[in-house]
């Protein structure tokens, strides 16, 4: 399966902003889904994850409560709504596809897909 993540820019503090993580090559509802970030100079690190059946969420507690994770099957697309962002949340964004059927994973090396990355940068 090939990613492609779109939706990234420049924003205030306090500001939102909608990630898209577009499927191609085969069904997206055959993974289960995470978003992940890089600051520079920082490890990538796990920011929200998704089941198959949309059931399960999951969210790093940095961004609980201001991110919301989405995916859409029919569409073959994984959304990320990031509400009241923080200069901290400045980073490359990137969304992964895990074919496992183990529960939804925190860990990059639980993901065996990755996008090239959505740049999101919080400033005043």
């Known amino acids: 399966v090939q990613l492609v993540e779109s939706g990234g820019g420049l924003v205030q503090p306090g500001g939102s902003l909608r990630l898209s993580c577009a499927a191609s090559?085969?069904?997206?509802?055959?993974?289960?889904m995470g978003w992940f970030r890089q600051a520079l100079g920082k490890e990538r690190e796990f920011v929200a994850g998704?089941?198959?059946?949309?059931?399960?969420?999951y969210y790093a507690d940095s961004v609980k409560g201001r991110f919301t994770i989405s995916r859409d099957n029919a569409k073959n697309t994984v959304y990320l709504q990031m509400n009241s962002l923080k200069f901290e949340d400045t980073a490359i964004y990137y969304c992964?596809?895990?074919?496992?059927?183990?529960?939804?994973?925190?860990?990059?090396?639980?993901?065996?897909?990755w996008g090239q990355g959505t740049q999101v940068t919080v400033s005043s």
């Open positions: 998704i089941s198959r059946n949309t059931i399960s969420k």
């Open positions: 992964a596809a895990d074919e496992s059927f183990g529960v939804v994973g925190r860990l990059v090396n639980q993901y065996d897909y």
């Open positions: 090559g085969r069904t997206l509802s055959m993974y289960a």
